[in-house]
């Protein structure tokens, strides 16, 4: 079995990060990155409009990060239930919306692709990969 790692967007395979600056739209509004989309619906979600238009507002994904942990009245069950869901949507539209992000994805065969981020049990595997240092 093939494993394609990947962690940060300056990183080998680093079009696969969701830190990867790469524009998409979803129902109308402009995303710059998966980030972006994932901490805008997360604020969406928990009707946090004054955030949610904030990390509209700017392409720096630390900050995007920063303000997805502001999210006023955040549910951690109802996030985890939901979540997947978001990013699936996200992806979607990112690789299918760069046609060379999706060339690059589907010249990855049947490779398993593997956020090797150690302190991220959700979307990383919880390794490290001596690959991308």
């Known amino acids: 079995m093939s494993i394609i790692c990947f962690h940060n967007p300056n990183e080998e395979n680093g079009y696969l990060s ?22 805008y619906r997360k604020a969406i979600c928990f009707d946090d409009e004054a955030v949610a238009t904030n990390i509209l507002a700017i392409d720096d994904v630390a900050e ?20 997947q869901i978001v990013v699936y949507e996200g992806l979607l539209a990112k690789f299918s919306q760069n046609e060379d992000l999706k060339d690059k994805l589907k010249s990855t065969g049947e490779a398993v692709l593997a956020e090797c981020a150690v ?13 991308l240092s």
């Open 18 to 39: 969701n830190w990867y600056l790469s524009p998409f739209t979803v129902d109308k509004k402009s995303f710059s990155s998966m980030e972006q989309f994932m901490m």
């Open 64 to 83: 995007i990060k920063a303000l997805g942990r502001q999210v006023s009245n955040y549910d951690e069950h109802i996030w985890n239930g939901i979540r």
């Open 119 to 131: 302190k991220d049990l959700i979307w990383g595997v919880g390794l490290y990969s001596p690959v």
